[in-house]
């Protein structure tokens, strides 16, 4: 079955890094665009970075664009968000998910547990 494990996440000093990880398994990983969304208590999802199957082309969202970097390693089926310069705004928990893109369709059909990132002094 398909699986996606985030982890990686944590409580880290504003201004400070942290690298997420998600694990797939059980899906043909270097086929599919992936996604990385978060969301804050209170809040609804934010979609934050989008990278395509082989993982030249990226996508982010102003609020992280310049701080933060989505990759891939196909060979480990590993999708990973690399977050520097973070800010209190950034606490949320973090989701990875696989997303079915087409000319007419974007769904996420899966999605990990998530990881919590909290951001503070």
């Known amino acids: 079955e398909v699986q996606l494990v985030e982890s990686g996440g944590g409580m880290v000093q504003p201004g400070g890094s942290l690298r997420l990880s998600c694990a797939a398994s059980?899906?043909?990983?270097?086929?599919?665009?992936m996604v990385w969304v978060r969301q804050a208590p209170g809040k609804g999802p934010e979609w934050v970075s989008h990278?395509?199957?082989?993982?030249?082309?990226?996508h982010y969202a102003d609020s992280v664009k310049g701080r933060f970097a989505i990759s891939r390693d196909n060979a480990k089926n590993t999708l990973y968000l690399q977050m520097n310069s973070l800010k209190p705004e950034d606490t949320a928990l973090y989701y990875c998910?696989?997303?079915?893109?087409?000319?007419?369709?974007?769904?996420?059909?899966?999605w990990g547990q998530g990881t919590q990132v909290t951001v503070s002094s």
């Open positions: 990278i395509n199957p082989g993982g030249a082309i990226t």
């Open positions: 059980g899906f043909t990983f270097s086929t599919y665009d």
């Open positions: 998910a696989r997303i079915i893109l087409t000319r007419t369709i974007a769904e996420y059909d899966y």
